[in-house]
């Protein structure tokens, strides 16, 4: 039998980045279906997040992601541009966002066609990778076609349906905190949150335990 689990999952979030072809290499090795669900990062849903935060809270951050990049050996760069604009110094976040709309907006119209988890997989390598402009020229329709979609057509949804599919990711936001959580990336499996790039064995293990099988 099939199991299913959900993934609440942020393009802003490095921790999210670091998980996704974990988690995509989990549905290729086991029976298994993986619905990622994007939200909005925090800096959009709370904009004084980071402002009320500690103030060695950004800089543990920076150095934690680059070392669990390293020790899984997953290529790992500062966003350029940052699909969050944001004055790093200040840490107050700009009322235009030109970037986290659109590309959120782009991986729930992947999930409408369960593409979601490959399509924010490639993406967020572009974003997270080290690469420059991964909002620019064709390689974002390049990390769509990898995902098995074709960007123009997801850019017309996103164009002709802004809001009901706002509508869709804040409903994956409260699903995420009906299960008992509020950040990412989360994996939910029969209603158990996992938090964290770091849970990703504990969830495996709990499948298990419900019958989840090799491929």
């Given at each position: 039998m099939t199991l299913t689990a959900d993934i609440f999952w942020s393009f802003r979030?490095?921790?999210?980045y670091l998980a996704t072809r974990r988690y995509r290499a989990l549905m290729e090795a086991y029976d298994l279906t993986l619905n990622l669900r994007p939200v909005y990062p925090l800096?959009?849903?709370q904009p004084d997040f980071f402002?009320?935060?500690h103030p060695s809270w950004l800089r543990y951050t920076?150095?934690?992601?680059?070392?669990?990049?390293?020790?899984?050996?997953?290529p790992f760069g500062f966003p350029n541009p940052d699909p969050i604009v944001q004055d790093i110094a200040t840490r107050q976040?700009?009322?235009?966002q030109p970037y986290i709309y659109r590309i959120t907006r782009l991986g729930q119209a992947a999930a409408r066609v369960g593409k979601s988890l490959a399509f924010c997989d490639e993406a967020s390598r572009l974003i997270w990778g080290g690469a420059k402009?991964?909002?620019?020229?064709?390689?974002?329709a390049e990390a769509a076609a990898r995902a098995g979609l074709d960007l123009a057509a997801i850019e017309a949804v996103i164009e002709a349906e802004p809001d009901a599919l706002d509508a869709e990711i804040a409903a994956n936001q409260a699903a995420l905190e009906a299960?008992?959580?509020?950040?990412?990336?989360?994996?939910?499996f029969d209603g158990?949150?996992?938090?964290?790039?770091?849970?990703?064995?504990l969830a495996l293990w709990r499948m298990e335990q419900k019958g989840l099988q090799l491929r």
């Open positions: 979030s490095p921790y999210s800096a959009i849903r402002e009320k935060n920076f150095t934690d992601v680059f070392r669990v990049a390293q020790y899984l050996d997953i976040i700009a009322a235009e402009g991964w909002h620019e020229g064709d390689h974002l299960a008992g959580h509020w950040g990412v990336p989360t994996l939910v158990e949150p996992f938090f964290g790039q770091d849970r990703i064995d």
